[in-house]
């Protein structure tokens, strides 16, 4: 299968990529821009230009040294903690459902919820921020009552696709649940 | 039904909700608002006689200014204690008398305080300001003059805003202990105790004691009473006169503004007044339900 | 007034005659997204929040798309789904006092934006003048080019300071509200004089009360014994001081009368003191509050309804007490006269002589016979109002406002300064223009385009019933 391209639901271009290893077995991977060197620049230059003009008043070598340690810690912290460039979704029919994100700095972050745990997988919709949005997400059952639903796990929580993404996804996954018992 | 819906209007349209009438839902009909009504219960004023009333409020301005002026010549040496006592006690006496007379014209309908009980409550007061007039005298020796002067003026200005003129007998506790305050600093600054004695007699003969003859006054004798507030007036500019021009010229414009021009701008303003009632208002209950409870 | 108002209806009416019959056609077969409006909904409980419901239930029925904005109510917030796919939204707005939002007049503003521009919405209801957020939106929708209509559920004075101001911000947001709805004739006036309104742009459009639900059952009545059911929130408004001094009197010149109170509030106390003083324990019952489902069982077993309001702009209570078979005693304030037709209440000044001779009056007709059976008291109330009459006129109004021209900018703030006298029309036209503004910039953070439309649940392609749509719950949190 080949990729696709979507938007999130700030309109940048996002790609989702749908990979069928076997009829119970699929992957989705979303992937999101690289952070544009641009923004680097300016974010760098801005932060850099402030400490100047501090360092004008103050006449402190102090206020330079700090600005360009905390540019670096921070892009660093952006890269190892915020930045996903990478967001995939693994559904296994009849063993369970792996998401994992991958961020900017290679780090990767993995999550298993066995199949017997997960209720459904469903879009909704929750106010974010000033925004009011649809997201994938994947309903727990609770284990003292099994029509219950115990908490709900976002899918694709970074990127944040937009609805007709979400519906590609929604539609294969349940391809596959509705084929497992 | 709906708005601008064909109406034909062979049937009179009816203020009712029940019945579907042939009208659209937004007719209006020519009885719309018949029943507003407006300004009612409204209060004509004749000038002359808000004037009349509003010489109490003048009155009262007049008394404070007269007790600024007492002051005034105590603290200049001018007046001797022994002689604003000697005064204040005829005052008394001859204001106790006209009180009875009063009184007795028409009896009223609860128990009337015996002589007694008024001697022995004058005696309390005086021999207790008598005694504590050494304390009160040194009590505001640490607070700079400026400071009482200024405490002295609020206080007094707070006694004219809530002294209650609808009804000023017995004077209303606010206002009144804001007078006994003001006179407190003030006499505090005199010479000796004598003087913050006899300045303390004097103030509760002018904010206790006067407002209650001038009420009953008003009551039973309309007419001198005008003419009291007329002479409480110029004795007030009067007195103030003798000691400050500009004080006396100030006393005067607030007296005129207060009696003369006050009226007029709520005459003047009464015309624009647009009250509207109808039959949306809350219904207000008038009679008294607490009996049915306690 | 009333001369000048009916030629240009006249007018309005014949253009609409020569304009044929095909645009009628049209008319009848359009459609509306709708948005309601208000700070009071469910998990509240009110004449407002069912009054909202009801209709929203009817015009789903009638096809078209209704969704519902209101605050958060504690863990209760986000999208909701209520029966036959009626979606409320729940803002997570902060509340500041008896359940109405703070208002800043923007802040609402992006969520508002977001919610009418992904349910394409063509028509913004606000309901309550108490609702700081249905002003807010009915500003909000002027500002984004929709049109509005308005629904005023109660009465108010002029003669305090609140009122004052509570009036003047009536008249900022009604100034450009294409059409008011009021639930009766007086609250219609009332309107007219508190905004400043055209009376042609109000309809009056009475609440409606289920009657299927409030139906008689002569068999729970004791019959050795007169009960008067009186059920109200009790609080000085509904005129519980009247009571307190109806009570004593009539139960000692009537020993067979009992009383049946429902609802809850601070006036408990004055009943209570009553019941203590006058030893009436057995005879006064105090139900404290009652859930919907349990108010019509506790009025089978009346004969007599009473209701001592000082003020009510349409009073439901009435019409349930005389659809479940009571005879009615009634206070005669606000628009209660308008309400039940003479033969079926019996009205009475709101003062506790007044009241207690017409309940004497009652009581010896219960007495000798000559009242009317529950059964047929229930059948000619029963048709007097329903939610599906209310939804037809209300749908009317809205073809109506449709079709109107919502104001430019410049003509709105020119109205805002003509209508709203100098200084308030000046301030809120400072702040219409800050309000689009704000917009623009919202547009620009997140253009219309990239907003989702929402999956419709009920209205013309609406998914509620339909199994191939995609499935959705009606669990939602914020994220």
Redesign the interface.
Known sequence: MEGESFTDINGTPIFLDCQSHSTFCREFTVTSPKVPVTKVIVFTCSIWLLAYAVFLFTEDTVVLTSAILITLVSMMLYVHLVKVEQETLFIIGSLGVQMSSSYASGRETTTFIELNKIKDIVINEAIYMHQIIYYLCVLLKDPSDPDAVSSVVPLFQSSKPRLNCLMKVYRSCQEILSKCP | ???????DPPVPWR?????RQPF??????????E??RRNEGLRQYHYWAVVKEAGSVGQQLSCVAIFITVWLYMEQGLLSPEVLLLTSLVCAMLGYGLHQVLASTVDSGDEPRTRLADLQSAAIFLSFTYGFSPVLKTLTESVSTDTVYAMSAVMLLAHLIFFPYTQPSPPGSLSLNAALFASVCLASRLPGALHTFAMLSCALLVFALWPCLLQRLREKAPSQFTGVCVGMCIGGIGGLGSQSLVGAVLLALALGNVTFFCPLLLITLQRQKD?????????????D?SH??? | ???R??AV??S??SQ??SSGTSQDALKHNRKHNICMVSDFFYPNMGGVESHIYLLSQCLIEKGHKVVIVTHSYGKRKGVRYLTNGLKVYYLPLQVMYNQSTVTTCFHSLPLLRCVLVRERITVVHAHSSFSALAHDSLFHAKTMGLNTVFTDHS?????DISSVLTNKLLTITLCDTN?IVCV????K??T??RAALN????????NAVESTDFTPDPSQRRDDRITIVVISRLVY?K?I??L??II?ELCLKHPDLNFLIGGEGPKRL?LE??RE?YQLHDRVRLLGALEHKDVRNVLVQGHIFLNTS??EA?CMAIVEGASCGLQVVS?C???IP????EDLITLCE????SLCAGLEKVIARQRSGAVPTPASIHARVKN??TWR?VA??T???Y??VVGEEVLPLHMRIQRLRSHCGPVAGSIFAFVAVLDFLFLLLLQWLVPDQIMDLAVDASGPFGMWNQESGIKKRTSSQKS
């Open positions: 039904m709906g708005p601008d819906s064909a109406p203020k009712v909700l029940w019945e659209p839902d937004n007719y209006v009909d020519g009885r719309f608002l029943e507003l009250n509207i009632q109808g039959p949306w208002d809350e219904a207000e209950i008038h009679e339900l049915f409870i306690q | 007034m009333g001369q108002g009916r209806l006249q309005n009416a609409q005659e009465l108010f004075g002029f003669a059409h009766s004739y007086t609250s006036e009332n007219v004089l009376p042609e742009i109000v309809s009056v459009i009475p408004r005129g001081d009247l307190g001094g004593p004055v003191e009553v003083k000082l003020t349409f206070t304030v606000g628009g308008e309400v039940l037709p709101p003062n506790v002589r007097l109002y009459n037809e006129r749908e009317k109004v073809d109506r």
